[in-house]
């Protein structure tokens, strides 16, 4: 970690990332199973990305200004597959962030069962607020430089936060009058042109299948549960209706302003209004507190709710161990990360010590790459997959996801450590990879 903290300094968030694997990875390389992957440095290796791009995004705002963002591609890893992984707009963006998102990216996608890389991009544009041309010029800049950089099996980016259908819709738009190719070089597209059935949906739903799986293990199951969940965008969304449609019922969602409290229960009905006002109208979770007469708590995030379950679907770093404890001390009995990384190591290590069931990121939200894999298939052949057909794949996936969790995370006491399971069970397969494929 000295060697990673020197070679990437000002890079909190991809240390935070590349320590929470080193602590499971290095004792297994200190074994003799171990040795191999020691002696050919394959960990040291994975930390390095294999390029990264940087590039200025010029594009003119409405009132005829001229504006610059940055964007990046960070090409992690492609030792099992084309680099794949979505593509953030967010003022946050930068690179440390970016390479975070990519390393996670590398195991999260080894673990899908799938022949997918890593890699990660995004700019520091931020889309809330813009207008619709705004946001196509701005598309249509980012990716006359970004088509040089990826292809169908080279590299397949997809959406993330603040990339959802109408942006991957003018990046393609964009790729295709350059390239002059109609081919899936990105997912998430809409279904008239090539996107999957299930793939909107299959982040959010996957987590609560993993979820599920994870429930099971111990005897229980998702009806009558009481859950927290975090962000009102795409991941979120989908949560809660999965959640809701298997019997559980979801109390709290959010957004960078705060979370509405509804003791009630989301129905799908409010869902309903809630995907409209997100996707369509582009407002604020507070809104929902005035339509439908609950609290909306400003600046705060949701995890002092009581509840049995928590699905923390945001962003990295939103819940820490102040929020960690107040969880446990209400009574909540499993946390599942739908965001990348949302829970800050502290919390980590208080859901382990006290033996809460907790889903590491890279296992339990990877039905969304997975199902951009199912995309990625389905536009090699030609063929669009019914929506029973994709749903049953990424419930399949993610069962398997689980049982590789299991086998790799059962620890003596008969605990199930799951960051342990995944991460091993997710190095492993690049690891073999890249032995086979010599020193590239
Ligand atoms: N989309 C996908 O398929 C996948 C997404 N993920 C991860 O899931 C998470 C959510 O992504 P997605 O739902 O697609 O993104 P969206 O842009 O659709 O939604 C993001 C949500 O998170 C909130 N949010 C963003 N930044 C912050 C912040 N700094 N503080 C508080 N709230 C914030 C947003 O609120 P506001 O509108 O106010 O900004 C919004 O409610 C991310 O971590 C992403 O990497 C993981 C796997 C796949
Ligand atoms: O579907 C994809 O390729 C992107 C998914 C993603 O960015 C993620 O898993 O964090």
Not at 120 to 149: I, N, Y
Not at 256 to 272: N, R
Request: proline share 4%; aromatic share 10%.
């Amino acid at each position: 970690m000295t060697w990673v903290k020197q070679r990437n300094p000002n890079e909190p968030e991809f240390v935070q990332a590349v320590e929470e694997v080193a602590e499971v990875i290095v004792p297994f390389l200190q074994t003799d199973a171990g040795k191999a992957y020691r002696d050919a440095k394959i960990l040291e290796r994975v930390t390095e990305a294999d390029r990264i791009f940087m590039f200025r995004v010029p594009w003119m705002d409405d009132q005829g200004n001229y504006q610059i963002n940055r964007g990046y591609r960070v090409q992690m890893n492609n030792a099992i597959g084309p680099y794949k992984g979505g593509l953030r707009f967010h003022p946050s963006v930068n690179l440390s962030v970016l390479k975070f998102l990519a390393f996670e990216q590398v195991f999260k996608n080894s673990l899908t069962t799938l022949p997918l890389g890593g890699g990660k991009g995004g700019s520091d544009f931020d889309p809330k607020g813009k207008s619709d041309d705004e946001v196509m010029r701005f598309c249509q800049s980012f990716m006359t430089e970004l088509a040089k950089h990826i292809g169908a099996y080279t590299d397949v980016p997809a959406g993330d936060i603040g990339v959802g259908s109408r942006e991957i819709g003018f990046l393609f738009g964009q790729y295709k009058r350059i390239k002059d190719h109609f081919m899936g070089v990105l997912t998430g597209k809409s279904l008239q042109y090539g996107g999957s059935l299930i793939r909107p949906e299959a982040t959010g739903y996957g987590n609560v299948y993993f979820s599920r799986e994870m429930l099971k293990e111990r005897g229980d199951g998702l009806e009558g549960k009481t859950c927290v969940v975090s962000g009102s965008g795409n991941v979120a969304q989908f949560t809660v209706e999965r959640l809701i449609g298997l019997g559980a019922k979801v109390v709290t969602l959010s957004d960078s302003s705060g979370f509405i409290h509804d003791p009630q229960g989301v129905t799908a009905e409010k869902l309903e209004w809630v995907m409209d006002l997100k996707n369509y109208r582009r407002g604020r979770i507070s809104e929902y507190a005035r339509e439908f007469g609950c609290d909306f708590f400003e600046g705060e995030k949701p995890w002092r709710i009581g509840c049995d379950l928590a699905y923390p679907s945001a962003t990295q770093n939103e819940l820490d161990e102040r929020d960690a404890k107040a969880l446990l001390d209400n009574g909540c009995k499993g946390v599942f990360e739908g965001a990348n990384m949302p829970c800050m190591p502290g919390a980590i290590t208080l859901f382990r010590e006290h033996r809460a069931m907790f889903a590491p990121g890279k296992a339990s939200n990877a039905g969304g790459v997975a199902t951009s894999g199912l995309e990625m298939s389905q536009n090699k052949l030609g063929l669009t997959w019914s929506r029973e057909t994709v749903d049953e794949k990424l419930r399949d996936i993610m069962s398997d996801i689980h049982d590789k969790c299991v086998e790799h995370g059962r620890v003596d006491n008969g605990y199930v450590d799951y960051v342990r399971g995944a991460n091993l069970a997710g190095f492993l397969k690049v690891a073999d990879a890249m032995l086979a494929q010599g020193l590239v």
